[in-house]
């Protein structure tokens, strides 16, 4: 690739909207009704102009507009504006049961994922919009001349309200729906499936070839090991990282930073967050890795694959537990936590390693490796899982799924621990032989498919 690609490539990410802010902004409940609110503002500005002009003799009245007085117009925005404030109360009322449902059958941690849902925060939205919309129709009614009827307004707003009685029945269905189980781990597992290629596409942008001349990652590693070390400045979940802004950073000081941490670990204040070399370099970039680290106090989506991971893991062990026992929700999960792994092997995440526009690395990351997805994915849910031979077979199976996508004999390695695992845990823990027998036959099926020898009874 020649410099001024390179250079075209990495300027056109500066005017990227970072995802931790595309996220943040997300995962609230007032970002799109407020903008909802100010669009119907500027809907009843334009209307009311037309109004104006209707009253003044420079328009004619459309025909599709609703005629009448202004009382009985003011009898109809009064009706618009209590329904909707009242619908408004309800559909938010709904929101919080949803919320606290969801809360105590998939995990605390599992209420952004419904707080980030833009069927209700639309709904919402919609309701108090009309309502608002209604409103100043009305005051225009009121604090205009005797008079002045705001015929398309009032249309407007009739229309509006049709709008929502639509809104409405679509949100319950929504709720109805999202609040299903089966619903909520194929979300997860949809998130799962962005953040990966977000990661991914963020890597292909950012690829410079890296010239013969230039240190490699070994020497790049060799050196950081005489570099100085950079505390954190708070304590917290890192919830993204300015990949970007660092390697220009460490470009202009002519550093390599290494990040001790990524998104998803928890940073405590004073301990080790980068090392930078040379030493001499650490306190010009101390500034810029504390702005360049968002941290708050819960993990998020937007650079942590893992997260939705350990949700679907969260999910699973709690239908496991005694007080559930709901073994197929369980077996749901490790079949969606399959196709998550599926799509990480092949397409694996970013090696960690970022480069200026020259081609010298600037950046190491600890990169999110197919051994520590799978870990996560199987160990928890191998555990909960002892004795009930139903989720140790399902795992056995989505090996053997995974097995079909891995094109390393690393990561046909890491299956065939896990497999062995499994085998030894149900050895271990199934006390009917007939059970016993029919996970070591999924595990033989396993073993066929990674191409070894199935051992003799």
Same mark, same amino acid.
């Given at each position: ?45 334009i209307t009311y102009r037309v109004d104006s ?39 938010? *009322? ?79 269905h929504h709720v109805a729906t999202s609040i299903?189980?089966? *619903? ?168 960690g390693i970022y480069r200026d526009e020259a ?69 271990? *823990? ?28």
């Amino acid at each position: 690739m020649r410099p001024e690609q390179n250079a075209k490539r990495l300027q056109m990410r500066r005017y990227r909207v970072p995802g931790w802010r595309r996220e943040a902004l997300r995962t609230t409940l007032w970002v799109i009704p407020s903008v909802m609110i100010a669009l119907a503002v500027v809907l009843f500005v334009i209307t009311y102009r037309v109004d104006s002009r209707i009253a003044a003799g420079s328009l004619t009245l459309p025909s599709w507009a609703v005629a009448g007085g202004s009382d009985a117009s003011r009898q109809i925005l009064i009706g618009i504006s209590a329904a909707m404030i009242t619908v408004a109360g309800v559909v938010f *009322s709904i929101t919080i049961l949803a919320l606290q449902l969801a809360s105590q059958q998939f995990g605390p941690r599992m209420l952004r994922n419904f707080i980030r849902d833009r069927g209700t925060q639309v709904s919402l939205g919609a309701f108090v919009a009309t309502f608002t919309y209604s409103m100043l129709t009305l005051g225009s009614i009121a604090h205009a001349s005797p008079t002045f009827v705001p015929h398309v307004s009032v249309t407007v707003a009739l229309v509006l309200t049709f709008g929502d009685v639509g809104v409405l029945i679509y949100f319950i269905h929504h709720v109805a729906t999202s609040i299903q189980l089966t *619903s909520v781990v194929a979300g997860i597992a949809g998130d799962f499936r962005t953040t990966l290629t977000e990661l991914a596409d963020e890597a292909a942008r950012s690829h410079v070839d890296a010239a013969d001349a230039l240190p490699g990652i070994d020497e790049v590693r060799r050196r950081l090991e005489s570099g100085s070390e950079v505390p954190a400045r708070g304590s917290g979940f890192i919830q993204a990282v300015g990949h970007d802004r660092l390697v220009r950073i460490a470009a202009a000081s002519d550093s390599v930073i290494q990040l001790l941490h990524r998104p998803g670990h928890f940073m405590a204040d004073g301990q080790p967050l980068a090392v930078v070399w040379p030493a001499q370099a650490a306190e010009d970039v101390a500034d810029a890795l504390t702005r360049e680290h968002i941290v708050g106090s819960n993990r998020t989506l937007t650079q942590d694959p893992g997260f939705a991971v350990d949700q679907l893991v969260e999910v699973a062990i709690r239908a496991l537990s005694p007080a559930v026992n709901d073994t197929f929700t369980a077996l749901n999960c490790v079949d969606w936590l399959g196709d998550c792994l599926c799509r990480t092997a092949r397409r694996p995440p970013p090696d960690g390693i970022y480069r200026d526009e020259a081609g010298a690395i600037r950046l190491v990351e600890k990169a999110i490796t197919f051994e520590r997805l799978v870990k996560g994915a199987y160990d928890k849910v191998r555990q909960a899982g002892r004795g009930m031979p139903a989720v140790l077979i399902r795992q056995l199976e989505n090996l053997s799924k995974i097995a079909m996508a891995v094109t390393d004999e690393g990561s046909r390695a890491v299956l065939i621990h896990h497999a062995e695992m499994i085998l030894r845990s149900s050895d271990g *823990s199934v006390a009917e032989l007939s059970d016993r027998d029919d996970v070591r036959a999924a595990y033989d099926s396993f073993l066929r498919r990674v191409g070894l020898a199935v051992p003799a009874s």
